[in-house]
């Protein structure tokens, strides 16, 4: 578990610094290690990886069912942080794909597992304003961000807060 618990987050690491094919690779080794081990949170992490990977493709169809199965492995184990990237995934997916409703609701479920943790809130809050945005609320999206700036935030989600807010006002 602790194994594929640190490959995780050497890949997030790759992914963010450019090196997508590195990521992949370590997203494959997390996959054989949970499969192996048949633990659904390593099983999670790695279609979680692959839903990352697939977002920034833009290739959505593919984010969206790779975001469905990282839940449904997400629900069987017992780690809530998982289960919360999970849902975010599939708000993402859903969003994208304009089905407001679901992604509704998966935002609300990470927003509720959010509790506790300030930057996991503003987190939930800035993704549920974008999609408020998207689908054509923006005063709710406006009341969403700027519930995430009024709480403790770390600076790297203040500037997606506060340009939702602009994005919002220039609309």
Known sequence: LQLGR???????IAWSLGAADEAADRYETIAALGKKDKDSEIMAL??????????????????????????????????????????????????????????????????GLSGGYPAWEAEALINLGQLMLEAGHPDRARSSFAAAVNGSVPARLLLPAHWGELADSIS
Do not use: C, K, Y
């Open 6 to 12: 640190l490959l995780f987050r050497r890949a997030r």
């Open 46 to 111: 790695a279609e979680l990886g692959f839903a990352t990977l697939a977002q920034f493709r833009g290739d959505f169809p593919d984010l969206h069912a790779l975001a469905q199965r990282a839940r449904e492995l997400a629900e069987r184990s017992s780690n809530p942080a998982i289960l919360r990237w999970s849902l975010q995934a599939v708000m993402i997916s859903e969003t994208r794909q304009g089905r407001f409703d679901s992604a509704i609701d998966a935002g609300w479920r990470a927003l």
